[in-house]
Structure formats: C-alpha cells, structure tokens
C-alpha cells in the first residue's frame, strides 16, 4: 500500500523542539515532492515547509523559516521536519503529502503554496504538535 505516515509529535514548551518523520512506504520518494502542513483549530490547513529529494530545494512559510528544518534521508525513505523554538502558534495537527502519487505536478514552492490545495486523497491521520508552557 502507498502511503506516508506521520510521527512524533507530542507536547513541548515555547522555545523547544521536537523532530517530525514522514515515512514513505509502497514506494520510494527518492526523487519526490514532500511537504509538511499543518492545520491548527479552527484554521485552514497551510503550506509549512517542502522539499525536493531530486536536488534537496526546500521552501518554508515564513513564519518557520530560520527555526524549521525540512530534511531527507533517503536510506530511511523518511523525511524530517526538525522544529526549533518553538511557539505557541505552532500547535496544530502536521500532515505530510506529495503529489506525485495523486498524478499532480507541481514544484516544491507551488506544492507547499498552492498545490496540496488540490489533494483530495492522500491525506493521513498527521500527528499533534502542542506548544503549552
């Protein structure tokens, strides 16, 4: 089965960090879009941070850019979303997708600004980050 599963979230302090995985199974993503999303209550999902695993491209929302990091290993078939310093306005649940599975076409800038917009499967369970003191 085709399918990436989110993991590692949990509860963290403002100022801290926690790592994300995206694990890839049924597949390899070794030349794939991957992006990171994240949808906080009452709020619509949005673009946090994507990457291209042909050429390592990334691009960040700019509220993250400078305290996330959006990594590969493509050993492990994993991406990463290393998260640092936290904020409260980070809590949400973090979802990763791509489009190529979907047939969908984009880079990784229109992926993470745009595009997942368009993904109607091939969304999963995503993993909740909350950020409390």
């Known amino acids: 089965q085709v399918q990436l599963v989110e993991s590692g979230g949990g509860l963290v302090q403002p100022g801290g960090s926690l790592r994300l995985s995206c694990a890839a199974s049924?597949?390899?993503?070794?030349?794939?879009?991957i992006g990171w999303f994240r949808q906080a209550p009452g709020k619509e999902r949005e673009g946090v941070a994507c990457?291209?695993?042909?050429?390592?491209?990334?691009y960040y929302e700019p509220s993250v850019r400078g305290r996330f990091t959006i990594s590969g290993d493509k050993a492990k078939n994993t991406v990463y979303l290393q998260m640092n310093n936290s904020d409260v306005e980070d809590t949400a649940v973090y979802y990763c997708?791509?489009?190529?599975?979907?047939?969908?076409?984009?880079?990784?800038?229109?992926?993470?600004?745009?595009?997942?917009?368009?993904?109607?499967?091939?969304w999963g369970q995503g993993t909740l980050v909350t950020v409390s003191s």
């Open positions: 997708a791509t489009p190529t599975i979907s047939g969908l076409l984009y880079d990784e800038t229109s992926w993470c600004v745009v595009g997942y917009k368009f993904l109607e499967e091939g």
């Open positions: 990457i291209s695993l042909s050429d390592g491209t990334t």
């Open positions: 049924g597949f390899s993503m070794d030349h794939y879009i």
